[in-house]
């Protein structure tokens, strides 16, 4: 099992960018897939998650953030519009085999985690 974050970098703000999570070992569309960020100093928060068609986001990207599969390319993506400055943060993408929806934020419920791939919103 293996997942595959990439497609961070550097943007300015109002700017866009795609997160890319490739998976192998499964089949993405058989497990619930979350991203997640961690800036520095904080705990590492849910931003969105995809299972069973759902999705779900986080707050404080919810009109900015979409998330989708590509059951073909094994791939989830996250596309960031409108990115603000307190988007900076690593982000993560992550398996969980079974949990309640209510809990798609909690990091435990994930099972296998990618190595995180760095967004920074600056100008």
């Known amino acids: 099992v293996q997942l595959q974050a990439s497609g961070g970098g550097l943007v300015q703000p109002r700017g866009s960018l795609r997160l890319s999570c490739a998976a192998s070992g499964f089949a993405v569309d058989d497990y619930g897939i979350g991203w997640f960020r961690q800036a520095p100093g904080k705990e590492r928060e849910g931003v969105s998650f995809?299972?069973?068609?759902?999705?779900f986001y986080a707050d404080a990207v919810k009109g900015r953030f979409t998330i989708s599969r590509d059951n073909a390319k094994n791939t989830v993506y996250l596309q960031m519009n409108s990115l603000k400055p307190e988007d900076t943060a690593v982000y993560y993408c992550?398996?969980?085999?079974?949990?309640?929806?209510?809990?798609?934020?909690?990091?435990?419920?994930?099972?296998?985690w990618g190595q995180g791939t760095q967004v920074t919103v600056s100008s």
């Open positions: 995809i299972n069973v068609g759902r999705k």
């Open positions: 992550a398996r969980a085999p079974r949990l309640p929806f209510s809990l798609w934020r909690a990091p435990s419920y994930y099972t296998s």
